[in-house]
């Protein structure tokens, strides 16, 4: 006699399945790959900008490679085969190569004053919080409010005052202190953001404060310092008036100043004309080249959370 045993029952209640929360769908939402803002056709105006603004200098280029005489014939021809003459004429001639020297000791240092000078500045104004240092911050600040160029006339008279009148010296030192508000603007920014734990295990190994400072908190803020050079660097090359105004011996001109000097003397020859442009441009561009990378990372950071 077969015994018929019944389902086992579970003492057990069931628990409800909770439904699991799905992800953000592929293509929306945060985290997803999105397209540029305006698509492809601001990106074909962008690059149509590009070539338009690449033009004159290509042609720039192109035609310090040519002679006056092939420049009178066929202004918008083929540099075939290549002349050097123009560089040549412009190098020694012209005086380049003491005007190039004078914009490169003047720029370079005015530059290196005033990011070391800024970058000490910035980094105590970001660390130090009190009332008396939020107020020297802005009176940091309000330097960006006046156009150094419009205090020309003050400038003068203290320089003259000074015995700093047609030095390369004082030209250096005006530079790199009317950078200084610029410079500690971006780099209080940047040292704000990087928290105060590095100082504190920097401390803890048994490091200064000055070698916290150089080894640990510079280092890190390596893209400001390469943007702030560049910002200053390209306006302090360009420089016209300064140079103008303060120098009075021709060997101590800057390339602005001597570039218009000497297309005053050869405003006919066109071909050395445009060998002088080249070199006054050259380093603007080597510059650019080389600290893009940097330039972007120090105007990006800090956009994204």
Request: charged content about 10%.
């Amino acid at each position: 006699m077969s015994v018929v045993v019944p389902p086992a029952t579970s003492t057990r209640s069931e628990e409800p399945v909770l439904a699991q929360p799905r992800g953000p769908r592929r293509g929306s939402g945060a985290g997803s790959g999105t397209k540029p803002v305006g698509g492809a056709g601001a990106s074909i105006l962008l690059w149509l900008y590009a070539a338009v603004a690449l033009v004159p200098l290509l042609l720039m280029v192109l035609s310090s490679f040519r002679t006056n005489a092939e420049l009178i014939s066929d202004p918008l021809g083929v540099p075939w085969p290549l002349s050097t003459t123009s560089y040549q004429e412009a190098w020694t001639t012209g005086n380049f190569a003491t005007y190039f020297g004078n914009s490169l000791l003047v720029t370079v240092g005015a530059v290196v004053l005033s990011t070391t000078v800024s970058t000490m500045a910035a980094y105590a104004l970001a660390r130090v919080s009190s009332r008396a240092f939020r107020w020297l911050e802005s009176l940091f600040l309000s330097g960006l409010m006046l156009p150094i160029h419009l205090a020309i006339l003050p400038i003068f008279y203290l320089f003259d005052g000074l015995g700093l009148i047609d030095s390369r010296l004082g030209l250096a030192l005006m530079y790199g202190a009317s950078g200084v508000p610029f410079s500690i603007f971006v780099l209080t920014t940047f040292f704000r953001q990087l928290p105060e734990e590095l100082e504190e295990a920097a401390a803890l190994d048994g490091a200064t404060p000055w070698q916290t400072f150089w080894r640990v908190m510079v280092p890190l803020v390596r893209p400001a310092l390469a943007t702030v050079a560049v910002f200053r660097f390209v306006p302090i090359w360009n420089d016209f008036l300064f140079p103008l105004v303060l120098l009075r011996n021709q060997d101590k001109y800057t390339l602005p100043v001597g570039l218009t000097t000497f297309f005053g003397e050869n405003a006919t020859n066109y071909s050395a004309v445009f060998a002088g442009l080249v070199i006054t441009t050259i380093p603007l561009i080597v510059l650019f080249l080389l600290a893009t990378k940097q330039i972007v990372a120090g105007l990006t950071a800090g956009m994204s959370k």
